[in-house]
């Protein structure tokens, strides 16, 4: 009975996917399948427009149009009624990616083991001798495996048990005898069992690992919300700041506008008093001409004298001396005021806001990038970088579009600035710096100081040299020598002499390193600290020397 239901299951089953028909189509050839496999089948077939048959191949043109077998169907459904249905995990067939056992003849069942002894795979039935059996159960039996054959020596077919520890493989016995004689060999099982606490201890080391890391992913989350979180209250802060600045600016702007109201108010008023005791004079004026007038046409010369002392009398003129006529020019004061205090405001906001940049690109959960270490790599953050006129000597010359800098000895025609310096022949870049930069400084003479500074250092004095105070770090190169300078403190400094200096500057980090710089690059010095303001450029310039900023390739 179980093989005629075994029979019939073979019958009533698609081919292609090895279940119990559903919809079952019948095609010319007269193979059924499912319907939804056969259409699959053909679909792939579409670009070559042949339509084979996947058991018998037999290729149809045009494709075929499919119908469902009714008679099929229910025959189907019936069988399932009595009591025919899926086979069972261990009944089941293997499919082509499934382990297929050795030992079936004709539609082979899915392997349940593999033996590595036997050095082949079975299905559950045919896998009860190796229970039964007493030869047999001493058989190593494993989980399906397609790569018994693996366990064979190709060269003397038999099976490999033995590990060579020379050359780090598996051999046969024969192969020990033969060509890994004298070799260190252990069986395959001791060097598994040595393996096996290798892979233990590797196992702990990666569950530690593992462990660390979800505890780092766990912190990063925590610094994720904390960025978040603080990020949101800094731009809720800044907005009502900002606000408040805002409404500040418009009541100022509205005071200026009401005392302007009022003052001109004020002014028209006191105008047109003046210009209504104006307009009375001329009345009066006009009066008295008139009667003037009438007197000297009288031809009577008693009556002429007789009035003329009371005609002739006039009254005291309105003071005008006050009037001083300046044609649209009355609030022009009140205008260049206002400008005056805008320009001030942009100064402030332009200096004020490199700082509030900074600040912000300061925030960094991370560790920064690496240093570089070729001149490739720091040519790729190299910056253009030009000299200030407002900060220069007086007798030093800019040149070369400001990158280049001399010492003269003789007084340049420079605007007067209070950004110049005024005892030491030095300059500052137009340029703040901050990130990451890098620039080189080429010399010709006896010699020139490369620094860094703070913009508000001392313009004058012995505080303004580049490196006697706590605003700027210098590396005087002097003769193909070298010293360090940073708040009146000298380090020495060796390396190889050159006409070229590279400075590099990772402003976040605080790194600052000058670098001797010829056909390779040898650092001369390195600084690691904090930099608390943008840094500018700075070049102090030897007598008889001159300086470049060099476009960097």
């Known amino acids: 009975m179980a093989q005629r239901d075994q029979q019939d299951r073979e019958t009533l089953s698609c081919s292609i996917c090895l279940d119990l028909l559903k919809d079952p189509v019948t095609t010319t050839c007269g193979h059924s399948y499912c319907m939804s496999c056969i259409k699959s089948h053909w ?25 469902k077998n009714t008679m099929l169907a229910a025959l189907v459904e019936k069988l399932k009624k009595t009591g025919l249905q899926a086979a069972p995990a261990d009944h089941c067939y293997a499919r082509p990616e499934d382990v297929a056992c050795d030992v079936c003849t ?89 393996r096996q ?53 418009q009541k100022k702007n509205s005071d200026v ?77 009140v205008t260049a005021a206002v400008s005056e205090l805008r320009d001030k405001l942009q100064d402030i ?24 270490e070729t001149r490739a790599e720091f040519v790729k953050y190299s910056c253009e970088i030009t000299l200030d006129p407002n900060t220069a000597h007086t007798q030093m010359l800019l040149s070369e579009g400001n990158r280049k800098v001399g010492y003269t000895g003789q007084q340049q025609s420079y605007s007067s600035h209070t950004d110049k310096f005024i005892s030491y022949f030095q300059v500052l870049s137009r340029e703040s710096l901050t990130g990451r930069c890098y620039w080189e400084v080429e010399q010709r003479g006896r010699g020139v100081n490369v620094a860094v500074a703070y913009k508000n250092i001392s313009r004058a004095g012995s505080e303004s040299i580049f490196g006697r105070n706590n605003k700027s770090w210098c590396l005087d190169c002097y003769t193909n020598s070298y010293r360090f300078l940073f708040n009146n403190i000298e380090t020495p400094v060796s390396g190889p002499g050159s006409s070229r200096v590279g400075v590099y500057l990772d402003h976040r980090a605080g790194i600052l390193s000058f670098y001797s710089v010829s056909k390779t690059m040898t650092l001369l010095h390195r600084v690691q600290t904090t930099f608390t303001q943008p840094l500018y450029a700075g070049l102090y310039v030897y007598p008889g020397s001159t300086s470049e900023l060099c476009k960097v390739k």
């Open 106 to 194: 004709g539609r082979k069942l899915k392997a349940f083991k593999s033996c590595l002894v036997c050095l082949a795979s079975y299905c559950e039935n045919h896998l009860q001798p190796h229970y039964d059996a007493a030869p047999l159960k001493k058989h190593k039996l494993v989980e399906p495996s397609k790569k018994l054959q693996e366990n064979i020596c190709s060269r003397h077919g038999r099976m490999m048990e033995i590990f060579c520890r020379t050359d780090q493989q598996i051999i046969c016995y024969l192969c020990s005898v033969d060509g890994h004689k004298g070799h260190k060999t252990v069986s395959a099982a001791a060097e598994r069992t040595e």
């Open 349 to 372: 906001l332009r200096e004020e806001w490199t700082n509030i940049s900074l600040t912000v690109t300061n925030v960094d959960v991370l560790l920064s990038e690496p240093e570089p």
């Open 43 to 67: 679909d792939g077939e579409d670009q070559r427009k042949i339509y084979s048959c996947p058991e018998c191949r037999e290729a149809f043109r045009p494709r075929p149009v499919l119908k």
């Open 257 to 333: 506008k009401q005392q302007i109201r009022s003052q001109q108010e004020t002014e028209i008023s006191r105008v047109k008093e003046l210009q209504e005791k104006l307009q009375q004079e001329i009345t009066a004026l006009k009066r008295k001409d008139a009667e003037l007038k009438q007197l000297s046409h009288t031809q009577d010369h008693n009556q002429f004298l007789h009035n003329y002392p009371s005609v002739s009398q006039l009254s005291e003129p309105t003071d005008s001396s006050s009037i001083n006529i300046r044609p649209l020019r009355y609030f022009e004061d």
């Open 197 to 249: 606490r290798e892979l233990e201890v590797s196992r702990l080391n990666i569950q530690q690992r593992i462990q660390d890391r979800e505890k780092d992913v766990k912190l990063l989350q925590q610094e994720v919300k904390a960025v978040r979180c603080s990020g949101d209250k800094a731009v809720e802060d800044s907005e009502k700041i900002f606000t408040q600045l805002i409404r500040l600016l």
